[in-house]
C-alpha cells in the first residue's frame, strides 16, 4: 500500500468536538483534517481515521467516516475499548479503517467526518495539547489517512440508508448476512491465498450476543472467525459493539463467489447484527456500513 495523502493533526493547543448534542456526518476540521489526493487507477483506496474521545466515566456512541463536500463517502463504528477503570480523564482511542471503491479518476477532496448517535454531557473527542509536566491536558494527534489498496481483490461496505438488523436472538448456523449487497466475486490470487475482513456492529441490550463471522460459498462454510470487539462505554441498551473478524483461507483457484456470513452460538434478547441507517441528528438509529473484504496475500 502506498499513502496517497494523510495527517496526524496535533495542535498543542488542545482541540475538541463535542460529543454531547445528536449530530448527523459533520466534517471535524476543513483546513487541518481535510485531504486532497489523486484517485488510483483502480478506484479503491483504504481509509484510516483515529482519535480520542474523553470527559466522563461513560462515553457517547459516534461514528467516524468521510464527507467530500456535503457527501457522505463512508462512515463506520469505530473500535475500542477502554483501557482500566472509566474515570472522566479516561480517554479512549477509536479507530476506524474501511476501503472504499469505485472512487472516480481524477482529484477529490475529502473532511475526516463524525457523527453522534448517543450523547453524553461533558464528553468530546479531543487531539492536540501541550508537551509538558501537566496532567490530563494532551491528547495525540486525530490522524486521517488514505492510502491506495492494490491487493484488494473486492470490498463491500453496504450501508443502506434504512438500518438493517440481522438477529441475534436465536442459535443460528452460519447463514448469508445479504446475498445482494454482501456478496462478493474475485479471481483468486496465484498464491491461492486471501485475508478476509469482516465488521459490523453488535446492538440492543445491556449484555451482548456471542456471535462467529464468516464466509460461504453457496452452502459451504469456507472460514469463520470468533471475532474481537471492545466496549467503548457502559454497557446499555444504546451502546454498540464494534465487532471484526480476520482470517486467512488457502487453497483458491479460479473465480470466487463468496457471501458475508454470520452465525449465533450464545443468543441474547433483543439484539441484533447492526449496519446502516440515515444521516441524521435523531440518534440510536445508525450504525454505519457492514464491511466485507478480501485481500490477496
Excluded: C
Excluded at 123 to 148: C, H, M, Q, R
Excluded at 161 to 184: E, F, H, P, W
Excluded at 264 to 287: D, I, R
Amino acid at each position: 500500500m502506498g499513502l496517497l495523502a494523510g495527517v496526524n493533526y496535533d495542535p498543542a493547543t488542545a482541540a475538541s468536538e463535542s460529543t454531547a448534542t445528536l449530530i448527523a456526518m459533520t466534517a471535524m476540521d476543513t483546513t487541518n483534517l481535510r485531504v486532497t489526493f489523486t484517485a488510483p487507477s483502480s478506484g479503491n483506496v483504504m481509509v484510516r481515521i483515529r482519535g480520542a474521545i474523553t470527559g466522563a466515566t461513560t462515553m457517547p456512541t459516534i461514528l467516524f467516516g468521510v464527507l467530500e463536500g456535503s457527501t457522505v463517502i463512508a462512515r463506520q463504528s469505530p473500535a475500542g475499548g477502554v483501557a482500566g477503570t472509566a474515570v472522566a480523564t479516561t480517554r479512549i482511542t477509536q479507530e476506524a479503517l474501511f476501503t472504499v471503491t469505485g472512487v472516480s479518476a481524477g482529484s477529490h477532496t475529502w473532511d475526516a467526518a463524525y457523527a453522534v448517535q448517543v450523547v453524553l454531557s461533558g464528553t468530546n473527542i479531543k487531539y492536540g495539547g501541550p508537551n509538558n509536566t501537566t496532567a490530563a491536558d494532551a491528547w495525540g494527534g486525530l490522524s486521517f489517512e488514505v492510502w491506495t489498496a492494490p491487493n484488494l481483490l473486492g470490498s463491500k461496505m453496504y450501508d443502506p440508508g434504512t438500518a438493517v438488523s440481522k438477529a441475534t436472538t436465536a442459535a443460528l448456523a452460519m447463514t448469508a448476512i445479504d446475498t445482494t449487497n454482501l456478496r462478493l466475486t474475485f479471481t483468486a490470487p496465484a498464491s491461492g491465498k486471501v485475508l478476509v475482513r469482516i465488521r459490523g456492529v453488535l446492538h440492543g441490550y445491556t449484555a451482548f450476543p456471542q456471535i462467529l463471522l464468516g464466509v460461504l460459498s453457496g452452502a459451504s462454510v469456507i472460514g469463520r472467525s470468533g471475532p474481537i470487539g471492545a466496549l467503548k462505554t457502559t454497557a446499555v441498551a444504546t451502546a454498540q459493539l464494534a465487532v471484526e473478524a480476520q482470517f486467512v483461507v488457502s487453497g483458491l483457484s479460479g473465480s470466487q463467489t463468496w457471501d458475508a456470513a454470520y452465525g449465533v452460538e450464545t443468543l441474547v434478547s433483543s439484539t441484533g447484527l447492526k449496519y446502516g441507517g440515515p444521516n441524521n441528528a435523531s440518534g440510536n438509529n445508525a450504525f454505519g456500513g457492514l464491511l466485507f473484504e478480501v485481500w490477496s496475500v
